[in-house]
Every structure is written in C-alpha cells, then in structure tokens.
C-alpha cells in the first residue's frame, strides 16, 4: 500500500498573522503535511516600532522579526520569493522567480501594497512609498547618514502619517522644519475627537505644522495643497494609498468592493474554503474591520487555529474580532496617546506601557528588543 500524498500548505507572506501560524506548526506538526513559507524578505519589520526606530528609540534588529529561525522550528520550507498571481480553480501561486507552486490549503497574510497612482493625485508617482517597508527603510537610513532632510512633508493625516511626521520633528535638529498635510478628512480622521484634540496639540506643541487639506500635486521637492499653497520638501513621506494587491484580480477568489480577498467569521475565502486570509489584505464581509497592524495581530490565534483544523479536517471556528482596542500613538519623544474608544490619554507612562507591548511582541516570536540609550 502506498503512502498518501502529504498535503502542501502555503503560507503567502510572514505577516503579523502568519507568525501564529508558524508559532503553532513549531508546537504540533500535523502528519504528512508540506509547509513552505513564501516571503520576499527572510523577514518581518515590524511597522509599530518603525516611528520609534526613526525618533532614534530603536535600533533596526530591534524592530524585526527573522523569519528563517521560525520556519526552521516549524518544519517549513522557506521560499524567498513574492506571489504575483493565483489561479484559485487550479489552486497554484506563481511567483515573481518564474516559479508556481500548488497548494492544498493556502494561508494569506501578504499586508496592503502602497498604490501612488490609485491615489489619483499628480506627480506623485515621482516619491518614494512607505511600502515596501524594506525598501523605505533602507532607504531612510541612507538618508540618515549622509545629509538629513532640513524640511519634511508628510502627505497623510492616518496614525502612520501622524506618528513619522513626529517621528522626523523629534530626530532632526530644531531648525528643521516638519509639515503634515492630513488630507481633507483632517488630521486623524477616524479616531474620535478626544484623540484629534490631543494629536493636534502634540503637533502644535513640538512645532509640526498641520496642514488640514487635500494635497492637489505632489512631488519629490514639494507638495501643493488645494488652496494652492506650496510646501517644499527635501524629504516627502507618502503615507497614503494603501490598497489591495493587484495580484489577487483575476485570481478567482471572490473580492470585496476595495479589492480585499473577501473572507467570512471563519477567515476563510468567502469562494473557496481551502484559501484563509488575515491583516490588510483580506476584508471580511460579515462586518469590516479596520486595516490595522492591532487586528491583523489579534487574528493570529485564529487563523492558526482554522488553517491547522482544516489540515486535520475539522469545522473552522468564527473569530469574534474584538469591537474595540487600545491603540497607541507615538509622538516622536518617548510620549504617547492611547485611545480606548472615546477616551484618549498621553503621557510618558503611555509610551513606557506601548514599549512594553511592542517589545513583548517581538520577544514572543524571538527578537528581545530592550530601547536604546536616550
Ligand atoms: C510607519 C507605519 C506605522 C504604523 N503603525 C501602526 C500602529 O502603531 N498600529 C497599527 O495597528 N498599525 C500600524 N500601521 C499599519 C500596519 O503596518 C498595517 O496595518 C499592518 O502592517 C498590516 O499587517 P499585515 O500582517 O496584514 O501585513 P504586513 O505587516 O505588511 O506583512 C505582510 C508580509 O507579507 C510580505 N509580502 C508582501 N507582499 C508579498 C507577496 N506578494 N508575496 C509574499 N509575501 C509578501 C511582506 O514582506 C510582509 O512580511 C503602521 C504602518 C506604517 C507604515
């Protein structure tokens, strides 16, 4: 009698999710199951510290995650390349090496992709994006070392854009000047009012100007508001235009209407059971969570969870997403806002508490960051 043919899951991306997964394949290895890990870098920055490593808070190793250590433990293969189609009726991933893998079960946690032209403003595609994340940063730290910017603009009023605008005020000399143009949504505009409040007298106070409109052209030396208003740049920071990979149309996979691989409860593809997905790249249809680093953390257990009972032929349970969480703000220096719902606080305390967390996170998947000397 031969042996069955082992099962292959396929891990698309080592994103704050897939982390569980791993975590839970290095504790129980179902039976005569291939795993390969695909992932473009051997791993994984970790976005809710990179404020603090621009303030000069952290060093880089200390805001990432090595992927290899965690599939070696976990039994997986590694594969250093990206997904860049998926023909979800043949169940294959082709990747960006020529290469195209099938799979029995697939796991997707690849994140957003940063899209200047579906933004839809002019010139931008001229400046540099946030994601790649690598990229930016290896980026960033070229800049760091040869001749620093003397005037920033943040294009972006989100948490992102709201925590590296800080982030550059507290790391450049006090001459330089940082601006922050939020979009015409303002500043922080799905937060509740207490957290705007607060954010916008932490830019006050640290001397970041706020610029609360719509950015009408913007290139790599200035960006131009709706009112006609000039800014010049030496460093523009794009933090806009997340979307969706273009890779997932024309997959098969049932999509929502942003373009999000459109899961249910369980997050399973609402098309095809055998596919889940977590973080940004995937949008439940039950009741759309926010894009965020926090959620696509929370979803790990779950994810873990389903993907491995699926393996082993049990039902998938639903992930009751928490209705709320504690969200964290950086403010360059070693402050912060928390916001709980409506309530909103900031002190040095909170930064101390977000230190916590963040580098409790870190040493649960192998990275022991303790912040760098003041
Ligand atoms: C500067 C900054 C600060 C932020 N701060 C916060 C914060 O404090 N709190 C918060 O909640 N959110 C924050 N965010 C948002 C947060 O980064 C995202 O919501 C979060 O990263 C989404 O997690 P994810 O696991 O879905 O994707 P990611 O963290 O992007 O992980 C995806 C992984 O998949 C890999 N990958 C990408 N494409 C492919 C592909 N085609 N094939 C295979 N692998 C691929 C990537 O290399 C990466 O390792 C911040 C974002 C930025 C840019």
Not at 164 to 172: D, E, F, G, M, S
Request: aromatic share 4%.
């Amino acid at each position: 009698m031969t042996a069955p043919r082992p099962q292959r899951l396929l891990l698309l991306g080592g994103g704050h999710a897939q982390l569980a997964v791993l975590q839970a394949l290095a504790q129980q290895r179902p039976a005569n199951v291939e795993v390969v890990l695909v992932t473009p870098a051997p791993r994984q920055v970790y976005s809710g510290m990179l404020p603090g490593w621009l303030a000069g808070h952290y060093t880089e190793a200390q805001c990432v995650i090595a992927l290899a250590p965690l599939a070696e433990a976990a039994g997986v293969t590694l594969r250093r390349a990206a997904a860049v189609g998926l023909d979800a009726a043949a169940r294959t991933v082709r990747l960006d090496d020529g290469g195209v893998l099938g799979y029995d079960v697939l796991s997707v946690n690849t994140g957003p992709v940063q899209d200047p032209a579906a933004w839809g403003v002019p010139g931008q595609t001229a400046v540099p994006t946030l994601r790649p994340i690598e990229d930016w940063l290896a980026r960033t730290t070229r800049r760091l070392a040869e001749v620093p910017p003397r005037r920033v603009v943040v294009v972006g009023g989100g948490a992102a854009g709201f925590e590296l605008a800080l982030a550059w005020r507290h790391r450049l000399e006090a001459a330089a000047e940082v601006s922050i143009v939020t979009g015409r949504s303002g500043l922080l505009a799905n937060y509740p009012a207490a957290v705007r409040r607060l954010g916008r007298q932490a830019l006050a106070a640290r001397g970041v100007r706020c610029i609360e409109a719509a950015a009408r052209e913007v290139s790599a030396e200035a960006v131009v508001t709706a009112d006609g208003q000039r800014q010049a740049a030496d460093e523009v920071v794009l933090a806009v235009g997340t979307v969706a990979p273009r890779w997932l149309q024309g997959s098969g996979l049932a999509l929502a209407p942003d373009g999000g691989l459109a899961t249910r409860a369980t997050l399973q593809s609402v098309s095809h059971p055998e596919v889940f997905a977590a973080g940004d790249v995937a949008s439940r249809l039950d009741g759309p969570l926010p894009k965020s680093g926090v959620y696509a953390v929370r979803a790990g257990a779950a994810l873990a969870e389903n993907v491995l009972g699926r393996l082993a032929g049990r039902a998938p349970q639903p992930w009751a997403a928490p209705v709320r969480t504690l969200n964290l703000l950086s403010l360059g220096e070693r402050s912060a806002i928390a916001a709980w719902g409506p309530l909103a606080v900031q002190g040095r305390w909170v930064w101390r508490w977000k230190d916590r967390i963040d580098r409790g996170f870190m040493a649960r998947h192998g990275t022991h960051a303790k912040p760098a000397a003041t």
